[in-house]
């Protein structure tokens, strides 16, 4: 099954490749799921995934076994709780800036005294058809994945990345310009952040996750170590396929 081995995957150093998807509807898992790509994950951060919306989006990617991560909405026990329970591989974090931040979403996407609450009856434990053994058993599949964006998460990322539970880095190399003071993706200040997030994944023998707009991007940054490539989104991709047919029609003689 793709899901219960996709951080198995992640952790061997597979090249993995999958886009954000933008768009709470079905519809558009359905097709993705066809698209050969290894993964998705549904940006809850930045977009209109109410709670609803991303457990119907997450039943569809289960029952037709897409591995599917949730960049939740904030950095708290609940986002990650409700993302999981409602059936993600795993949780995007943003902002994780700090030792202490990074030791909270690890505890609170794992079971275990004190972190993710236990429930029965959701998608994840199967609606009540597992035992509680099996329920917690499937806890090793759980990705956590710590997205670092801004300067400070920079300066302290070899500790973040030594943080039992972390799975991966996730640099964020357009909130890491912003904190860097700059309007575009592109500078020495990210440069230096980008290997050193790689070197302290690779230290820790952590995944190393970035996002990139275009395959152009993926091939110039896979330098820095990446394994795992989140390459622009479903937005974007409709964008660049729309374009091309109407300047490739455009372009036909006669």
Request: glycine share 12%; hydrophobic share 50%; aromatic share 6%.
């Amino acid at each position: 099954m793709r899901t219960a081995g996709f951080k198995a995957r992640m952790a061997g150093g597979e090249r993995l490749v999958g886009t954000f998807v933008k768009t709470p509807e079905v519809n558009v898992i359905e097709v993705m799921a066809l698209s050969g790509l290894d993964f998705i994950c549904l940006d809850a951060e930045h977009c209109a995934f109410d709670r609803g919306r991303m457990d119907a989006c997450l039943a569809i990617a289960r029952a037709l076994d897409l591995p599917t991560l949730v960049r939740v909405g904030a950095a708290t026990p609940q986002d990650i709780l409700q993302a999981l329970d409602s059936g993600a591989v795993g949780v995007v974090v943003p902002h994780v800036d700090s030792v202490a931040k990074a030791e909270m979403v690890a505890k609170a996407a794992h079971f275990g005294r004190g972190g993710r609450g236990f429930a029965g009856s959701t998608r994840w434990a199967g609606f009540a058809t597992r035992t509680m053994a099996e329920v917690l058993a499937q806890d090793s599949e759980t990705a956590v994945i710590a997205q670092i964006e801004e300067p400070e998460g920079v300066d302290v990322v070899e500790q973040i990345a030594a943080v039992e539970g972390i799975d991966a880095l996730f640099a964020g190399p357009a909130d890491l310009s912003v904190g860097y003071g700059k309007t575009s993706v592109g500078s020495p200040e990210l440069d230096a952040a980008m290997t050193r997030i790689g070197v302290a994944a690779r230290a820790a023998d952590k995944a190393y996750v970035s996002w990139m707009g275009d395959p152009g991007t993926a091939a110039n940054w896979i330098r820095y170590g990446i394994t795992v490539f989140v390459v622009g989104s479903d937005h974007a991709l409709m964008l660049a396929q729309a374009r091309e047919v109407g300047d490739n029609v455009r372009a036909i003689s006669g």
